[in-house]
């Protein structure tokens, strides 16, 4: 991976870091903040779903995992909130490798895998909510400790610089994914799971360690909800709206790209909020623009944002040549 | 221990709830046997139907039993439009592209059922809702009855349909092959768009048998979807008869564990099935292969 | 280096292969033709991995390879090309070679290095950055044998690599797999263009309703009245011989 790889990244991230700086205003960085975190779990579900072609309709069961796992070790275990973070991080990679290994091994493919990453979240969900050490139905609540070694903050500006190092840092892995023999083994499999196999490709190890690092990113994200918004139920942590977002997002920037996930939240989340305002604080309203987005991005823009970006580039190109010629 | 009557009454409780199970699974399997896709939209469009079975009796009075007969027509009609002009062209017959517009889709109609009715809970009062038949050792509620029984009747019919009708045959044939059909002059798209219109009539069936008895969200028909997934993979997608058995098997399981395990834990028991039947068995009990 | 023993294969009710042996001889061309239906694509998959055989035993290097999974076989040096093609349709030509050299090559750049040597090598040097999906048949046929190549194999199985070419692109591959030879690889080959067969294998084994009926070299093999039996039905064979001694 050479300087020019990152050259994007760090230019995309430096830009993003300046905003605290001109748009400090609480709602705005609340609205950052949160886009941030999504961006984040998005970017998860990008590496199995866009570059492994696995789709999973249920992502929330990591960023659940992540968001509990921290929640519950400081409520019960009073572990330093640092610490509890890292753990988070491994324990969803752990549900990650679970999940993963049953339904690989069983051969799940396609809309099956789907199915089950889906049932998967379900009965998390529905255990945390039947369970005293999730707290059940009525939640989990981080004492509030406002202190730096706490990981809680009063600036919401430190959350946001926070969730862009963890987007800049996914960023960097995700290019790194893309010119490294692990990227190119789990492309292969996406694209045709036989002959990658017959090339040597041991696809399983490859899919296992896609979604053990799908997971761990998602995780992160979760535990930084918990971090940032101190509280948790079942219905935040493992509800469905956590699974949607984290696949419509990579799949309106641009599915199996590096920036995908993060241009997707930017503009879904940019967009929700535009609605929202315009048509009053009518509930739902900015989820039926999200499902008709989905609706139209897969009819004409299969490739999200990027690739719509990609095709005008390239018919300007055409144009500007037969122009000079 | 509970007493046998207990284990039992929840045994028969669970053949009732299951009969409309098997009802909400029967379109989705139709739709998968024929077109081949798994429609996420499923619950989203029996929420509507239940919607639908609300507004019929608060606005125009109507008894949901008699609005049976006009709501089927009318989500037939729906689900021929949807499949026909929205899911059908933006899929492009990619698997994968189908099951994002059906999500897709799923969510635009339950938040915007979310915008016009907000989330408080509503349910209908009719007077029977109560009702209840002696067998001896237990009562049975007469609308969940009612509901057994009409279920019955339209799985009934619905294998009437394919196996007699001429539209059945050709539904039958596209499923079997499609491109073979469409060869012998079976206009595909027109099949493929009644297929989905049969199965949003059996939702709108099963909304009206529903709403006597049961409340309406609009993330209602979220659970109800999953537990039509569990049906169909555990019955084998595509089997009619399959639904119909599986709808019994999932019901009488969520009631036995409601019974053992508390409400809360319930319907855990149908998830766990559902993982189970995809990791040994993916095919079902009666499926071809997938 | 290849021994098949015994190989049966049976799909519920259907036998596919029925008893079939046959070997590979190192350095040499060995060919496997039949009529179709007769069950070659399925011994391939059964040689390279993707089928477990009902009975019997597949040797490579003397050793018993007949349960290891497919990309371990692939690390010992097999490697397969596949009748019905299977690109990465979303990865260019570079890209599709890389997967294979990254058998042996951990570092990108290696791969990349090795995969446009071995582009070049099977004629696709022009094409380098193209998606697969966007080649020809020819280019795809190359492909599929480039990216074989790519990880470096022992032996290599060809499944009707030359199918679906016209005469000028055939006449253009038939060097590219003897050099493939001659650069020290066994080869074991599945083909309908006899030009071909006779012409580049040592050894060929027919196979007919999923039995082997008959073994030899090149010239034996042609005149062998159950071979021509098998591809024209019962009688031809004397026939043929009829219509021969009429011509004299």
């Known amino acids: ?182 990227g190119a083994q789990l492309m292969a499999v996406r694209e045709n799971e036989d002959a990658a196999r017959a090339l040597g490709v041991d696809a399983l190890t490859v899919k296992l360690g896609a979604i053990a690092l799908s997971a761990a990113i998602t995780a992160a994200a979760g535990c930084l909800y918990a971090q940032y918004f101190l509280y948790l139920d079942s219905t935040i942590a493992y509800g469905l709206w956590i699974s949607v977002e984290a696949l419509l997002a990579p799949i309106v920037g641009g599915i199996g790209t590096v920036f995908g996930p993060l241009i997707g939240a930017l503009a879904l989340h940019g967009l929700g909020n535009l609605t929202s305002l315009m048509a009053g604080r009518i509930p739902g309203i900015d989820l039926v623009v999200y499902g008709a987005l989905l609706v139209l991005v897969v009819a004409f823009a299969p490739d999200g944002l990027l690739g719509l970006v990609k095709r005008l580039r390239a018919r300007l190109f055409r144009r500007a040549a037969t122009e000079t010629a | 221990m509970f007493a046998p009557e207990i284990v039992l009454t929840a045994v028969l409780n669970g053949l009732l709830t299951g009969s409309v199970y098997a009802l909400v699974a029967l379109g989705l399997t139709l739709v998968y046997g024929v077109l081949h896709i798994i429609n996420f939209a499923h619950g989203a469009l029996l929420t509507a139907a239940m919607f639908a079975v609300l507004v019929a009796h608060l606005g125009l009075g109507l008894d949901p039993y008699v609005a049976i007969l006009i709501l089927t027509p009318l989500f037939f009609a729906l689900g021929y439009l949807l499949q026909r002009f929205v899911i059908g062209p933006a899929g492009h017959g990619s698997d994968t592209n189908l099951l994002l517009v059906t999500l897709g889709l799923s969510i635009v109609i339950e938040n915007a059922l979310l915008a016009v009715f907000r989330s408080d809970t509503r349910s209908i009062d009719v007077p029977y809702a109560f009702a209840s038949i002696d067998i001896g050792f237990t009562l049975l509620s007469v609308p969940r009855v009612v509901a057994f029984v009409v279920a019955l009747a339209v799985a009934l019919a619905l294998g009437a349909i394919l196996t007699l009708t001429d539209i059945g045959k050709g539904i039958r044939a596209v499923a079997k092959e499609k491109l073979g059909a469409a060869l012998v002059g079976i206009d595909v798209n027109h099949v493929y768009a009644v297929t989905f219109g049969l199965g949003t009539a059996c939702l709108a069936v099963a909304a009206c048998l529903l709403m006597p008895t049961f409340y309406v969200t609009p993330r209602v028909g979220n659970a109800f979807v999953l537990v039509a997934f569990t049906i169909v993979v555990l019955g084998g997608m595509g089997s009619i008869l399959g639904a119909l058995l599986g709808g019994f098997i999932v019901g009488v399981v969520e009631s036995l564990c409601g019974l053992y395990f508390g409400e809360s834990l319930g319907q855990i028991g149908v998830f766990l099935i559902f993982i189970l039947v995809l990791l040994v068995r993916p095919t079902g009990l009666f499926g071809a292969k997938a | 280096m290849l021994a098949v023993e015994r190989i049966t294969k049976r799909f519920g ?156 692109e055939i006449r253009d591959m038939i060097p590219v797999i003897d050099a493939i030879r001659e650069s020290g690889l066994t080869i074991l080959m599945i083909e309908h263009v006899m030009q071909a067969v006779m012409g580049l294998c040592q050894h060929i084994y027919v196979l007919a309703e999923g039995r082997i009926i008959a073994e030899g070299p090149p010239d034996a093999i042609s005149r062998n009245p159950r071979v021509v039996e098998a591809y024209l039905g019962h009688g031809a064979a004397a026939r043929r011989r009829g219509s021969e001694a009429s011509h004299v």
Request: hydrophobic content about 55%; glycine content about 12%.
């Open chain 3, 13 to 168: 009710g259907l036998v596919a292969i029925n008893d079939a042996s046959l070997s590979a001889g190192q350095g040499r061309i060995t060919g496997l033709i039949g009529p179709n239906g007769a069950g070659k694509t399925t011994l391939f998959a059964v040689i390279a991995g993707f089928e477990p055989p009902t009975a019997g035993r597949v040797l490579f290097e003397d050793i018993d390879i007949t349960t290891e999974p497919v990309h371990r076989r692939a690390h010992r040096g097999i490697a397969r090309t596949f009748q019905i093609m299977q690109p990465f349709a979303g990865l260019t030509v570079r890209d599709n070679i890389a997967v294979g050299a990254h058998l042996r090559h951990r570092a990108r750049k290696d791969a990349l290095e090795k995969a446009e040597a071995v582009a070049r090598q099977v004629g696709l040097g022009g094409v380098l950055d193209r998606q697969a999906d966007g080649l020809t048949v020819a280019g795809r046929k190359r492909l599929e044998l480039g990216r074989a190549l790519a990880t470096a194999p022992k032996l290599l199985l060809l499944d009707e690599v030359l199918a679906g070419l016209n005469p000028s």
């Open chain 1, 1 to 182: 991976m050479s300087v020019r790889d990152l050259l994007p990244i760090v230019a995309v991230v430096g830009v993003l870091a300046l905003i605290p700086f001109g748009a400090s205003a609480n709602t705005v960085l609340n609205f950052l903040v949160f886009t941030l975190i999504i961006a984040i779990a998005a970017q998860g579900w990008n590496i199995l779903g866009g570059y492994g072609g696995q789709f999973s309709f249920g992502h929330a069961a990591f960023f659940g995992t992540g968001a509990y796992a921290t929640a519950m070790l400081q409520v019960h275990l009073g572990l330093n909130a640092w610490v509890a973070f890292a753990i988070g991080i491994g324990a969803g990679a752990m549900v990650g490798l679970v999940i993963g290994f049953l339904s690989f091994r069983s051969g799940l493919r396609g809309s099956y895998f789907s199915l089950i990453t889906l049932a998967f979240a379900e009965v998390l969900r529905i255990v945390a909510n039947a369970s005293a050490i999730t707290g059940g139905a009525a939640g989990l609540l981080i004492k509030l400790d406002v202190r730096p070694a706490n990981f809680q903050f009063h600036s919401r500006a430190a959350f946001f610089w926070i969730g862009l190092a963890l987007v800049a840092l996914v960023l960097v892995l995700t290019r790194w994914l893309e010119h490294s023999r692990f």
